[in-house]
Nanobody, 119 residues
């Protein structure tokens, strides 16, 4: 099983980015895929997930600004981010896990992609 996250970069405040998580070795209808981020000296924070049936969930901190969706044919999950703020600066990770009323991370993590929001 491998998760490959990409799409990070430098963006100005108010801008947008789309992150991708290419999943190999498991089907998206068998695992929920979650997105996390970790800023320097902060704990890893759960942001969003898409469950096996396609239902999406969001943390309050990103609700209305971030959208998670997937392309089953490409076995890829995306995180579309808009109205980015400097406090969104972090390394972003994807994870294969489960959703049981809350997201439960599994042992498979992508390698992380850096998002920097700065003017």
């Amino acid at each position: 099983v491998q998760l490959q996250a990409s799409g990070g970069g430098l963006v100005q405040p108010g801008g947008s980015l789309r992150l991708s998580c290419v999943v190999s070795g498991l089907a998206l209808d068998t695992y929920a895929i979650g997105w996390f981020r970790q800023a320097p000296e902060k704990e890893r924070e759960w942001l969003s997930c898409i469950s096996t049936d396609g239902t999406t969930y969001y943390a309050d901190s990103v609700k209305g600004r971030f959208t998670v969706f997937r392309d089953n044919a490409k076995n890829t999950v995306y995180l579309q981010m808009k109205s980015l703020k400097p406090e969104d600066t972090a390394v972003y990770y994807c994870n294969a896990g489960n959703y049981y009323g809350a997201y439960v991370p599994g042992r498979y993590w992508g390698q992380g992609t850096q998002v920097t929001v700065s003017s």
